[in-house]
């Protein structure tokens, strides 16, 4: 296994508020994109990372269906508290998504729109459950995947930690037999630039470029929030 991740500001923010972790050591790989304007959602989205970082090095035994859970509520009460001493910061909350790897399983856990495709050699797949607005257009059929990609309201969600204590968590187990690699990223990636795209990328580039190609395609069609892309080759 090994893993490359980059962020980007992209071309239309002044600062970037996307966060990433990795940790080989630990199989768990990170990334949250924070809301809240300047100096604020910065804050969100590294609190939450690290609160879930720090939780994982704590215990001694982690099954990641039963504590995951336990530590983001965690991370979504450090936020709140956060706020509450510094009311400056009002309004602020991030979106997380979580990789695992354990021997045999690869887990998955979201909050918001931060995404994990799996890539194999049939092709790509979004492993992780968007919480937004145009995801619950296509689960009531009002749109189509392929329409979700291109809706004007793509980036309206409608769960994130440090809004409120109760949000929406989607936890998954695949097969790590199944994919060659894994792609956790914000939406500045996904919405700009398509899953046939990422595929594309992941398949012909080096591995140590692919963080970097990724960003520069999404800047190339505008790059209009930050960027954040965590490879993992399985």
């Given at each position: 296994?090994?893993?490359?991740?980059?962020?980007?500001?992209?071309?239309?923010?002044?600062?970037?508020?996307?966060f990433?972790?990795?940790?080989?050591?630990?199989?768990?790989?990170?990334?949250?994109?924070?809301?809240?304007?300047?100096?604020?959602?910065?804050?969100?989205?590294?609190?939450?990372?690290?609160?879930?970082?720090?939780?994982?090095?704590?215990?001694?035994?982690?099954?990641?269906?039963?504590?995951?859970?336990?530590?983001?509520?965690?991370?979504?009460?450090?936020?709140?508290?956060?706020?509450?001493?510094?009311?400056?910061?009002?309004?602020?909350?991030?979106?997380?998504?979580?990789?695992?790897l354990?021997?045999?399983?690869?887990?998955?856990?979201?909050?918001?729109?931060?995404?994990?495709?799996?890539?194999?050699?049939?092709?790509?797949?979004?492993?992780?459950?968007?919480?937004?607005?145009?995801?619950e257009?296509?689960?009531?059929?009002?749109?189509?995947?392929?329409?979700?990609?291109?809706?004007?309201?793509?980036?309206?969600?409608?769960?994130a930690?440090?809004?409120?204590?109760n949000?929406?968590?989607?936890?998954?187990?695949?097969?790590?037999?199944?994919?060659?690699?894994?792609?956790?990223?914000?939406?500045?990636?996904?919405?700009?630039?398509?899953?046939?795209?990422?595929?594309?990328?992941?398949?012909?580039?080096?591995?140590?470029?692919?963080?970097?190609?990724?960003?520069?395609?999404?800047?190339?069609?505008?790059?209009?929030?930050?960027?954040?892309?965590?490879?993992?080759?399985?």
């Amino acid at each position: 296994m090994r893993a490359v991740a980059l962020t980007d500001v992209g071309i239309t923010r002044d600062n970037n508020e996307d966060f990433y972790i990795i940790s080989e050591n630990l199989s768990l790989f990170i990334v949250s994109d924070g809301m809240g304007g300047y100096h604020a959602g910065e804050i969100a989205s590294e609190l939450a990372a690290n609160s879930v970082l720090e939780a994982f090095n704590m215990k001694q035994a982690f099954n990641f269906e039963i504590d995951v859970h336990d530590l983001l509520v965690h991370a979504n009460e450090k936020i709140i508290e956060y706020v509450k001493a510094h009311p400056e910061c009002r309004g602020m909350g991030t979106t997380i998504v979580v990789a695992y790897l354990d021997e045999n399983h690869l887990w998955i856990a979201n909050v918001g729109d931060s995404r994990c495709y799996g890539i194999s050699q049939n092709g790509i797949v979004q492993l992780s459950e968007d919480h937004s607005l145009v995801a619950e257009l296509v689960k009531i059929g009002s749109i189509s995947p392929e329409e979700a990609e291109r809706h004007p309201d793509r980036n309206v969600i409608t769960s994130a930690l440090g809004v409120e204590r109760n949000f929406e968590v989607f936890i998954a187990k695949f097969d790590i037999k199944d994919y060659s690699h894994i792609l956790l990223c914000s939406d500045g990636l996904s919405n700009m630039v398509s899953s046939q795209e990422l595929m594309d990328v992941i398949k012909s580039e080096p591995f140590d470029r692919i963080p970097k190609t990724l960003i520069d395609l999404a800047n190339q069609k505008g790059g209009k929030d930050n960027i954040t892309a965590v490879c993992v080759e399985l």
